[in-house]
């Protein structure tokens, strides 16, 4: 939006830029939440003032994600060191992770990482199963470099292997991230999270979505009205990756000119999550609760 | 075994070519079934009468699949056709399947598949959802490749977005293999089987699991005791495709010595299952049931 007010700071010309970076992501909302935002700090303002002022306002959201994103990690440390596992001394703790909630999706911490970050830095020995998250391999790809990175201990596995490894034993907490969040706690995020809410529940692992409260959608009551992107065949069709020399590719994994349907987010209900971790602290996915940690948004509810 | 008695007819060679063969497939029955039959036939017989008698047996396992294959075909379609949206003439019909149990994996019809082709041969209007089945992409290499060559409508989908599918109503079917089934109805097969049917539990779809008798393991009864094969990281590291100039390649999804872990099958518990279609027709999934189905049988159970 700063880049659009460079080129052309006309508001006209501004609602078209918003509209095209809102239609870009329709089930995620913190985008929509951020232009919506900087709309209406601008509309008042002459022309002139206006890139000055959205360059703040960037600014400032960016400050205000890299500290919501730190305060999610201190309240997701407490969760992690109630773990039945963890206070039975019982060591690595595992935690299963879908999808890139970190760093390169945030700012400084992300969302579900952060809480693990946290663990890390404090010497916690915690061990990460990172789902690979087709079609886009966010997991494999982002969410290994990371860790990689942060030194913390993973395996990347394929999202079919995560039931299994419930029913084993060998996971303490699932978490994950949100792209938005109904007011009564339905969660939608990237696509095979409610798979895992499933298996987390059949075998009693808790599971925990972590997002800062600009991801929830206050006017949305039931999930079944979130939008859920659909986005090309070929991302399921064709996976990206790297030859042995090091080029960047894509190799098609089945015949020629295969259908294929790409449904990029689904939505956990709320029974299956044991909580939420925002940077207000823990909060239980009902929307009186909800309601209780925001009270200044309780009047965009209808 | 064959090709063993052809290289050394001697027991004690046939008996280490079986452990190997078994060994080569820690999870999936049917393998040890057919080997241990095999040698079963051969003990008593001079070692110059082997390979003739090793022969006629293979070819008339080959046979009694194929004949198999086509009773499950049959079995599975009288479900088909007693599925409410078949009944309130909803078509297409929407099947989703996990791996392949196909004529690729089994003999002329398959399993899973097998009530599939059974309903496009009947001029049933029916659309599979095709799970591409994450490491191997048995999904989507195989079964893509035999329902396009059958002319059955399908769409790849990535292993993910099942529960999602389920959610939208746009599944009214699960039909899956087996690679070992308990005598009490638990099913050992591909991994990311169990997320499946924890879907299909959460959201109502009836979920069947269709094989030969010859996948029952009479002997274990609960599913903790099926050892679950662990296979090379690369599978899950390096995906295996086609570049656009036809070259098989494989590329690598992860930063460079990404650690992976690779459990091969997952077992889901019979209370998931809504019924097992076998070649002496449907049943469900406890013991009583399958063993007055397979009364010959009752005395291998301890």
């Known amino acids: ?13 501004l609602q078209l830029a918003a509209n095209e970076l809102i ?17 209406k700090k601008l509309t008042d303002l002459p022309d002139t003032e206006r890139p000055a002022r959205a360059l703040a306002f960037v600014e400032e959201v960016c400050e205000t994600d890299v500290e919501s994103c730190r305060c999610i990690g201190l309240a997701g440390l407490e969760i992690i060191k109630a773990l039945p596992a963890f206070k039975k001394n019982e060591r690595p703790i595992n935690v299963l992770t879908h999808c890139n909630a970190g760093w390169l999706a945030c700012v400084d911490w992300g969302s579900a990482l ?53 029913q ?26 409610y798979l895992k809410a499933l298996a987390a529940h059949d075998n009693e692992v808790p599971f925990y979505v972590a997002f800062p409260g600009t991801t929830i959608d206050w006017s949305t009551e ?17 996976v990206r990756g790297r030859l042995e020399d090091g080029t960047i590719t894509s190799v098609s994994i089945g015949p020629n000119n295969t259908p294929a349907a790409n449904p990029a987010f689904d939505v956990t209900p ?23 940690l925001y009270p200044e948004y309780s009047n965009f509810i209808q």
Request: one cysteine or more; aromatic letters at 6%; charged letters at 25%.
């Open 114 to 166: 952060s809480p693990i970050y946290s663990a890390h830095a404090e010497g916690i020995d915690i061990h990460v199963w990172v789902d690979e998250t087709r079609p886009r391999n966010q997991g494999a790809s982002l969410t290994s470099f990371e860790l990689d990175q942060q030194g913390v201990p993973f395996h990347l596995v394929s999202d079919n292997a995560g039931g299994h490894l419930m």
């Open 168 to 193: 084993e034993g060998k996971v303490d907490l699932c978490l994950v991230g949100a792209d938005r969040v109904t007011r009564n706690g339905d969660v939608a995020n990237k696509i095979g999270t």
């Open 23 to 39: 239609e870009s992501r329709p089930t995620a909302i913190n985008l929509r939440w951020a232009v919506d935002e900087i709309l």
């Open 1 to 13: 939006m700063w880049l659009a007010t460079q080129e052309n700071p006309d508001l006209v010309a």
């Open 222 to 238: 039931s999930w079944r009205s979130i939008p859920i992107e659909e986005r090309s065949e070929d991302e399921v069709t064709l």
């Open 270 to 292: 709320s029974r299956l999550i044991t909580g939420l971790i925002t940077e207000r602290g823990v909060v239980n996915p009902n929307e009186y609760s909800i309601k209780n």
